[in-house]
């Protein structure tokens, strides 16, 4: 079988994996999910930017930003959440209204249907490990963010070449942390775009 044809295949099984366990993601994942938006977001301040959530799921990351403070998200923050489940995009879908400035995309991350350098602020939180080629949507991250934005990713480290990963993220930003917690099965990279 042709490579291509192994990579559609994964991503077929992904999508199928995501829409059938949709219904229960949040009672299974919120509180997993919520140490790891305590990590990537501490000092975090997302006034007056365009972010992107790669892999957004049912939209529990900016939920717990909304909780934390609403009434700047409502002003100031314009969110893009993209994912490959329409079923995990229909859950979120019910929660948006709460937020203002919110628009979803049914997407792959390894072809993202965006203007390059448009946002300042980029998460993917536990999606990354399920892309066929990570590069190839690190790549897409990379295109679409502007010069100096915010990189903030959590990577399931099951499988994971970790050190391949930030070897090709180290090319593209600066000041490049990786961070590993022993209770957390995910890797923490976060970092700043730097294009030209
Ligand atoms: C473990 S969930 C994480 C969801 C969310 N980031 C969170 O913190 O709860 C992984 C998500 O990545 C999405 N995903 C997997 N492969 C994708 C791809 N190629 N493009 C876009 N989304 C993808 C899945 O549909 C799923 O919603």
Redesign the pocket.
Known sequence: MKPLNKDLDK?KN??EK?NSTSSF?DSR?SEI?KE??KILFRNCNLNYKTIL??????G??IEFFSNLNINNLKKKVKYIG????WK?LMNFCDKSKKIKDINLIL????NLPLRENSFNVI?????LQ??PVIKK?LGEIIRVGQKDSLLKLSVLRKQLKVDDLTAYLKTHTTDLKTEFLDNIEDVFIQGSLNKH
């Open positions: 991503k992904v999508i995501y993601y994942y999910q790891k938006y959530d790669a892999g957004c799921g049912t529990l990351s993209i994912d490959i489940s995990m997407g792959d991350i390894e998460f993917s939180i536990t999606s399920n892309l949507g």
